[in-house]
């Protein structure tokens, strides 16, 4: 019998869109019926809950959760992580940090905390899903450095991926996440960029 993995990446703006996701969760099908959600800019504020363990608990036990850290500024936390059905099993993970650009300009230091370069990682888990293994990647490039930068990330991230044995054992690689390639709509340039950081993987047999 064929089985369909439901996956949905969602990223949650530094943690900011919690309403927005429960709002979403309660009226739209395709992410109340995810059996895997991976978030990117989960947080932990300075004495409060993870946001995929507040998130877990009000869905009333449908979902367990992991997370791992990305970014740490004073009194708070950003990372990724993943809900996950009771039928999907969490297994083996690994976390990739990503390059950093050297210095941001004007407009990347207003947009980040503390004016200085973020730091990005990729957050990599293995799921047993009826019977198959399953590694599906949250990974978050960075807004700033351009297309270059971007690049030059997915790379290192997919270098590292390939260290690892996880994918032994016929299991399914799955990249997803935040990839930072948008742009002004019909903008030729915008999707040339977009394109230059999706052949990264195409070029190595994702699809």
Wanted: hydrophobic share 40%; glycine share 12%; net charge positive.
């Amino acid at each position: 019998m064929t089985r369909t993995l439901r996956l949905v990446t969602y990223n949650l703006q530094r943690a900011i869109h919690y309403d927005r996701i429960r709002e979403h969760f309660a009226t739209l099908p395709a992410l109340s019926q995810a059996d895997i959600v991976a978030v990117q800019e989960a947080g932990v504020p300075a004495g409060g809950s993870n946001t995929l363990a507040r998130l877990a608990a009000d869905l009333e036990g449908e979902y367990g959760w992991t997370y791992r850290t990305v970014m740490s500024y004073p009194g708070k936390e950003y990372g990724n992580g993943f809900l996950f059905r009771p039928s999907v099993t969490p297994g083996a993970d690994q976390v990739v940090p990503l390059p950093q650009v050297a210095r941001l300009g004007w407009v990347a230091r207003l947009k980040t905390e503390g004016g200085a370069p973020d730091t990005k990682s990729a957050f990599a888990q293995v799921f047993g899903v009826a019977g198959r293994r399953v590694r599906v990647v949250s990974l978050h490039l960075d807004f700033a450095g351009g297309a270059d930068h971007r690049v030059r990330q997915f790379t290192h991230l997919l270098d590292a991926l390939e260290r690892t044995d996880w994918a032994a054992g016929g299991a399914v690689e799955v990249l997803c996440g935040d990839f930072n390639t948008s742009g002004h709509y019909g903008s030729k340039g915008a999707a040339a960029q977009t394109q230059r950081v999706l052949d990264v993987a195409l070029t190595r047999g994702f699809s």
